[in-house]
Structure formats: C-alpha cells, structure tokens
C-alpha cells in the first residue's frame, strides 16, 4: 500500500530530508507524489517488502537496526553506515532491474553481509 506523505516521512526518519522513501510492510510511504512514480525507488523499497517477509518482519528490524549501529561505531557516519546496511546494499545493488524479485533467490540478503 503506497502513501505519499512528506510530514509522516519526516517523523519516521527523525527529519532526515535525504530519505525519499521508506518500506514499512505493508506500507511504502515517498515524501511525495513525483518519488513515487519512480519505477527504480518503488523496485527498491518493493525488495525491502520481500526481506522483511522472509524475516518475519520484526527480525528483519531488529537486524537491520544492529547493522546500522555496528557500522556507525565502525565508519562513525551515518551515511557509510546506511549504505553498509546487508538489505540496503541488496536494495540498491538490483533496484535498477525491474525483474529482480521475480528470480530472486530466497533469503538472498545473506549474500549481502
Ligand atoms: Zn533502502
């Protein structure tokens, strides 16, 4: 389910403007109606919605959270440590290919760790 809200983008991400997107599953929500007709953005945050299936959605939290705090200890910058995220660096590794998730392997996030 695809919501267009700059104001809910902006509580969920603590104000970083930089954030375009987000998958919540169900949800995808884009600051705004343009963000979300971009076919590689709305590929991007779909391959979100089917790792945070595989993972049972709270996991998939839980990881990507740890992940996310292991690199900021490691690089001390946020956007190193985002982009070092196992699920981001899947997400922005096949966003570009419009048929990615239909012979995605299961669990293919593992190969991103
Ligand atoms: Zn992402």
């Known amino acids: 389910m695809i919501i ?11 104000r970083n403007r930089k954030v375009n997107a987000m998958a ?9 109606k343009d963000t979300s ?10 391959i979100h919605h089917r790792q945070q299936l595989e993972l049972l ?3 998939y939290y839980l990881w990507y959270f740890i992940e996310y705090w292991t690199g900021m200890l490691y690089y001390r910058n946020h ?3 985002y ?7 899947e997400a922005y590794a096949n966003q570009n290919n ?5 012979k995605r392997p299961f669990l293919n996030s593992v190969k991103w760790l």
């Open 57 to 59: 959605l709270i996991p």
């Open 4 to 14: 267009c809200n700059r104001l809910l983008l902006d509580i969920l991400t603590f």
């Open 98 to 102: 419009l048929d990615y998730l239909k």
């Open 79 to 81: 956007d190193k440590a």
């Open 37 to 46: 007709a971009d076919p590689f953005i709305l590929n991007h945050e779909k």
């Open 83 to 89: 982009r070092n995220i196992s699920f981001e660096k």
């Open 24 to 32: 919540l599953w169900p949800f995808i929500i884009f600051k705004d």
